[in-house]
């Protein structure tokens, strides 16, 4: 049986963002020698790894370090601290003994670049006269790409579940809405944000250019395809920056100014007011009969807001006459998705604090000074 080596580059940065997998990896480092597994880890600051996993690496290399601890705690002395930076790949072996050492250069070359395509061609020459069996090859890694297009999702939505590669498991319910939006990093399979009774609204948080519009287009076109054909939207885009989504079949209103927006809200809560007398008459109907389904006629209805906080501007912001509605938004089928930068998305306002409330939402990139939204950080 071969021996299998598994290397972390830069364990600081695994650990953040596999954080659940410390306990399996620790697992590896206690039982792995038994089956020919072994561990190799670089960090950039000891102190960072657990001592739980520290102490089960009796082999240490400690190039340059900054800080004594981080010295003390690799090697047991403050050596490597000391190693003059002028000197690269200087460092201490801890083993049995404590040794000075010096790593060698995989290739030469006098920059990174020239090293880079020393050490491509010093790999290919490995993998060309070594003709290692198939089985015994590592497969690839599937990594998220580049770009994820669109269509992707929107071809799978048109036709429907049951597809060759199984991505779509099955049609939502008629007042659940399911918007896939991107790829999870591990799986590689789509992901949903699902607009249902228990997570109704959405909030998309991230700075200028962070791609907050870009995610709202394609819910759109999302919600415009069969498995969401009942759904009602309601577009707010004071920027104008997606004009051309008012043309989707299912985009009843657009909004685009300030007079055009309060036309819209007093027809929304001429609507909500329909759906809450018809959800009252259907209770006094049916309290008797525990199997009927409230509002089950009532389409899903979307508000969808970009650039909330263009909203600031207003001379009055009438949308949060919808407040008195929010706390029986999931018995009315209405469902809110709005965009902003984080600052604006997490100020005060009632409207902004139900739809937090859902705890439903996307994070991009942005500033780590701004507030974190729903405990994401930037």
Known sequence: MPAVVLVIDKFVDFKQAHEKELERLLMIARQGRTYGVYLVLSVDRPVSVP?????????????RL?????????????????????????GYKRGKTLEEVHIALPVPGEDDDEQTSQLDELVTSFTRGNKIAKAVQAPPIRLLPEYVRADYFLMDAVSGPGTKDNIVDSLPP?????????????TLRPIALDLNSDTPHVLVAGGPGSGRTTVLQTCLLMLATPINRHAQVIFVD???????????????????????????????????RRRTIQLREELEQTQDDLNVVLG?????????????????????????DLKEFMPQARDLHFHIIVAGPPSDLMKSDPLLASIRASRLGIVLGGDPNDPQVGGAAQ
């Open 51 to 63: 001592m739980q996993l520290l102490s089960l690496f009796e082999l240490r290399i400690g190039l």
């Open 66 to 90: 900054l800080e004594y601890t981080d010295s003390l705690i690799l090697v047991g002395k403050n050596d490597a601290s000391y190693i003059d930076p002028a000197i690269p790949g200087r």
């Open 174 to 186: 008629s007042h659940a809405l399911s918007l896939r939006v991107g790829m999870e990093d591990f």
């Open 238 to 272: 004071f920027r104008r920056s997606s004009r051309l989504m008012r043309r989707l079949p299912n985009v009843c209103i657009y909004a685009d100014t300030e007079e055009r927006l309060n036309q819209v809200m007093e027809k929304l809560k001429e609507e909500l």
């Open 296 to 320: 089950a006629s009532m389409a899903p209805l979307v508000l969808v807001i970009d650039d909330y906080d263009q909203l600031s501007v207003l001379s009055r912001n009438s949308l949060n």
